[in-house]
């Protein structure tokens, strides 16, 4: 009898044509795409990038080591070389300076003295015409009574400007009697050198010559030094410096009596001793209070005991306060000029009464409005 079990007929396996079975190998392969392989930089490349960075650090150390140079030397350089310049310029006057010379060889011992001490010239007959030197003297004048800076100015043929910076007057409105002033024999000004200053400059803002201004000063090169004391012949002070050296560097802000001054007094709220920080210029109500001075308005509106305010600043350093107004008529930020309204008299704030109370400050400190105010 025949084994079944060995006859049982298993699946065989499907066979496929060539091209399906290719083509199902491709359907079950995986694709990888291939990496690109990083480029690795050359050592040369390296060596190139750090020389080129050598090169500029040395360049820039060049830069600022020329630079450096230039400044220690060159700058020097330059000014003897301006000095120069400006002394192969006064050639011109050689000759005249020779003329002079020749003048104190010959002649000099016999000249007269000038009839006017004051004289702001010399002048001297040579063969040939007269020659004019300028000379500077400064002449000591005793103070008597009576005498103001403008007398003494007229009196001796100067101009007050020459006075005040001669003698550095801060209060030339108040002259002590018997002390002495030094007059110079020349309408200009005394000025110091700044830092920054140059002859040319000093002379173009003066309205003078360089000349002249080296003449008179006796000087030998065009390079000067800050903190040098020149006088410059012609030369004036500005409105604001000589207002200042008068002591009338601001006007009365309101017609009025003065009722009380700056210092110690007694409170009239608490009948104790107190230090009144201004003055008090009585006037009525709604009286015109004017800019004691140009400048700009820092302040306007209601400041505690002083009552509706206005403060103004002014140049060198000043302020302004004008308290117990009734209305102000300029507002902060605005710009002012001397005797503009700017509010009226009222009696705002801790106040007796209508009045203006007026305060002056210079660089945050108190200054007496009568030494630089000429109450009218």
Partial sequence: MTNRALFIDRPRARVLPSSDRKRELIQNQKVEQRKKPTPKLS????????????????????IVGASVL????????????????????????KEEDLVYNLFLMEGGANRQAAPSVLSSTESFSIPG????????????????????????????????????????????????MGSTLLVPNISGIYYTVKKGDSLYGIAKRHGTEVNRIADVNDLGSSVIKSGTR????????????RASAIGEVFQSPVKGRISSRMGFRQDPFTNRRAYHTGVD??????????????????????????????????????????????????????SVQQGDSIGAVGSTGRSTGSHLHFEVHQNGKLVDPLKVVRMR
């Fill in 70 to 93: 230039a400044i220690l030397f060159i700058f020097p350089l330059l000014l003897d070389i301006k000095s120069y310049l400006w002394e192969k310029a006064r050639v011109l006057y």
């Fill in 230 to 241: 020149l006088f410059i012949p012609g030369g004036t002070l500005t409105s604001w410096e």
């Fill in 129 to 176: 015409g007269e020659f004019v030197v300028p000379t500077l003297r400064l002449v000591p004048y005793t103070v008597t009574k009576g005498d103001s800076l403008f007398g003494i100015a007229r009196k001796l043929n100067v101009s007050i400007d020459a006075i005040i910076t001669a003698n550095d007057l801060k209060n030339a409105y108040y002259l002590r």
């Fill in 281 to 334: 210029i009585a006037a009525r109500i709604g009286t015109t209070v004017r800019a004691s001075q140009f400048g700009r308005v820092l302040y306007t509106g209601y400041r505690g005991n002083y009552g509706k305010t206005v403060i103004i600043v002014h140049p060198q350093g000043y302020e302004t306060l004008y308290a117990h107004l009734e209305k102000i008529t300029v507002k902060r930020g605005q």
């Fill in 43 to 62: 050592k040369t490349l390296f060596e190139s990038v750090r020389i080129k960075s050598i090169v500029v650090k040395r360049g820039l150390l060049f």
